[in-house]
């Protein structure tokens, strides 16, 4: 991806209500792979939260 596209990618995650850190740890699992970084699912996660 060049700069252009990722610019885009954060601002399109944005506009969809995510949140910075679930921007940064989507980026940091897509660069190293690491399963604590992958997203969960949001239905997942808000009853995690609960």
């Not at 940064?24 to 992958?38: A, P, Q, S, V």
Request: glycine letters at 6%; charged letters at 35%; hydrophobic letters at 35%.
């Amino acid at each position: 991806m060049n700069m252009t596209e990722i610019a885009r990618m954060i601002t399109g995650l944005r506009a969809a209500g995510w949140t910075e850190k679930e921007i940064n740890d989507f980026m940091l699992w897509i660069e190293t792979g690491e399963e604590h970084y992958k997203p969960k699912d949001r239905e997942q996660k808000v009853k995690n939260e609960q």
